[in-house]
């Protein structure tokens, strides 16, 4: 009988140890960085799955707009164009260097119904709008420059301010500006217009810059995710 009891004995202890050992979980640095891996793999997927819809989306990027050369600014919301131009008749004095700096599209406005006071036209597509700024300057007067603020709209530039500054030197803190074009005498908008139609700033450039930037944008989107890849990938 007694030894009977010291087996129970026995055993009784031997079911407390092994219920008592310690019980193997994983530890909580571990499970952390299954979830970190899990959430960058996720990620990954997400990000080459943009890339790979964006390749086939946008058109070729059309030629400079002759005779502009296209300074595109990878990375950047703005190109710069430029080009060489002189009067046929002057002489050295009226070499000019024209230049055109142009933000992606920045904005854009409901199409109207047409007639006088119409609503605008929620059946059509927005008009897109990019800002544009000239600069024409005359090669044997550098520190000089006129200035022509503009809105380039898909079919049309439209002139918003004309002024001249100085460059070079430090510019006034509210330079006067003029009044806005509109408010000009028709004669003199119409001048203007010409004035810039000659230095090839005209509605095709309007056309063109909208042509480059859809194309931009698609190209800057693609670069942009696959810098975050690679970020996420180190």
Same mark, same amino acid.
């Given at each position: 009988?007694?030894?009977?009891?010291? %087996?129970?004995? +026995?055993? #009784?202890?031997?079911?407390?140890?092994?219920?008592?050992?310690?019980?193997? *979980?994983?530890?909580?640095?571990?499970?952390?960085?299954?979830?970190?891996?899990?959430?960058?793999?996720?990620?990954?997927?997400?990000?080459?799955?943009?890339?790979? #819809?964006?390749?086939?989306?946008?058109?070729?990027?059309?030629?400079?707009? +002759?005779?502009?050369?296209?300074?595109?600014?990878?990375?950047?919301?703005?190109?710069?164009?430029?080009? +060489?131009?002189?009067?046929?008749?002057?002489?050295?004095?009226?070499?000019?260097?024209?230049?055109?700096?142009?933000?992606?599209?920045?904005?854009?406005?409901?199409?109207?119904?047409?007639?006088?006071?119409?609503?605008?036209?929620?059946?059509?597509?927005?008009?897109?709008?990019?800002?544009? %700024?000239?600069?024409?300057?005359?090669?044997?007067?550098?520190?000089?420059?006129?200035?022509?603020?503009?809105?380039?709209?898909?079919?049309?530039?439209?002139?918003?301010?004309?002024?001249?500054?100085?460059?070079?030197?430090?510019?006034?803190?509210?330079?006067?500006?003029?009044?806005?074009?509109?408010?000009?005498?028709?004669?003199?908008? #119409? +001048?203007? %217009?010409?004035?810039?139609?000659?230095?090839?700033?005209?509605?095709?450039?309007?056309?063109?810059?909208?042509?480059?930037?859809?194309?931009?944008?698609?190209?800057?989107?693609?670069?942009?995710?696959?810098? *975050?890849?690679?970020?996420?990938?180190?």
């Amino acid at each position: 009988m007694a030894r009977r009891l010291l %087996h129970l004995r +026995a055993l #009784s202890h031997g079911c407390s140890a092994t219920a008592n050992a310690p019980r193997l *979980v994983p530890s909580r640095p571990f499970i952390s960085d299954m979830r970190r891996s899990a959430f960058t793999d996720r990620l990954l997927r997400s990000l080459r799955s943009e890339i790979s #819809s964006c390749r086939g989306g946008p058109a070729p990027t059309p030629p400079p707009l +002759a005779p502009f050369a296209v300074d595109d600014r990878p990375g950047e919301q703005w190109v710069r164009l430029r080009r +060489a131009f002189s009067n046929a008749e002057g002489g050295d004095d009226d070499e000019e260097e024209v230049r055109v700096d142009a933000t992606m599209v920045d904005g854009a406005m409901a199409p109207s119904r047409s007639g006088e006071g119409a609503e605008p036209d929620d059946s059509r597509p927005p008009r897109l709008h990019i800002s544009v %700024h000239v600069e024409v300057a005359k090669v044997a007067r550098p520190d000089l420059a006129l200035n022509f603020e503009c809105s380039a709209w898909p079919d049309e530039l439209e002139v918003l301010r004309v002024f001249p500054v100085r460059r070079g030197g430090t510019a006034p803190v509210q330079q006067y500006m003029g009044r806005q074009f509109r408010e000009l005498d028709e004669e003199m908008q #119409s +001048a203007v %217009h010409d004035y810039l139609e000659h230095r090839g700033v005209n509605d095709e450039l309007a056309a063109f810059l909208h042509s480059y930037m859809e194309n931009k944008e698609q190209t800057e989107l693609v670069r942009w995710l696959k810098s *975050v890849e690679i970020y996420i990938k180190k």
